[in-house]
């Protein structure tokens, strides 16, 4: 089972600054198969990324993601307020398990 | 737009079968795509369940496989999980999803299912 870590926990920025976010698997992640959800309270997930670095169908560009084999990130350009939420990664290399992140919040300061 | 919608009883007892249907409108299941559920206990993060080919081939969650079944009827356009022995471990916002099969690997989700909270509870 591939186990992703992701970092910081809580993440506390204003309006307009950028993000960054990590995702660290425990071992390679074949063919950077790494998906990136959003959820909001009260939401089911939405798919932002996947393939590590390709942007889902009526993603802004101000997100954006970035990595390969065990090191991945999610970048934020230009905080907007409702991009506070939380980050889930996923991979999806793994047969036949598929695994999320514990999440990182992404909080308003 | 492709839309899912859960069903299925909010409360069910300990060591009884959860049972829930995803409905899915604006596309046909039998047109291909993986379907999964995966789940979330309240205030937590997200777990993968299991998913299912429209032909009727199945990828579960390891850790649930002893106690899962995930089924289609492609002439209703839903697919379904039932859950036995279940725990309060097993209370969670259940959410069906569409999965895109990835060459050589799993699924990753594009469309999501509002979800629908299941309490065990006697």
């Known amino acids: 089972e591939i186990v992703l870590t992701q970092s910081p926990g809580t993440l506390s920025l204003s309006p307009g600054e950028g993000a960054t976010l990590s995702c660290r698997a425990s071992q390679s992640v074949r063919s950077s198969y790494l998906a990136w959800y959003q959820q909001k309270p009260g939401q089911a997930p939405r798919l932002l990324i996947y393939a590590a670095s390709s942007r889902a169908t009526g993603i802004p560009d101000r997100f954006s993601g970035s990595g390969s084999g065990t090191d991945f990130t999610l970048t934020i350009r230009r905080l907007e307020p409702e991009d506070f939420a939380v980050y889930y990664c996923q991979q999806y290399a793994g047969l036949p398990q598929i695994t999320f992140g514990q999440g990182t919040r992404l909080e308003i300061k | 737009q492709v839309q899912l919608q859960e069903s299925g009883p909010g409360l069910v007892k300990p060591s009884d079968t959860l049972s829930l249907t995803c409905s899915v409108s604006a596309y046909s299941i039998s047109s291909g795509y993986n379907w999964g559920w995966i789940r979330q206990p309240p205030g937590k993060g997200l777990e993968w369940i299991g998913s299912?080919?429209?032909?009727?081939?199945?990828n579960y969650n390891p850790s649930l496989k002893s106690r899962l079944i995930i089924s289609v009827d492609t002439s209703k356009n839903h697919f379904s999980l039932k859950l036995r022995s279940v725990t309060a471990a097993d209370t969670a916002v259940y959410y069906c999803?569409?999965?895109?099969?990835?060459?050589?690997?799993?699924?990753?989700?594009?469309?999501w299912g509002q979800g629908t909270l299941v309490t065990v509870s006697s």
């Open positions: 299912i080919y429209h032909s009727g081939s199945t």
């Open positions: 999803a569409r999965g895109i099969r990835a060459w050589l690997g799993n699924d990753y989700f594009d469309y």
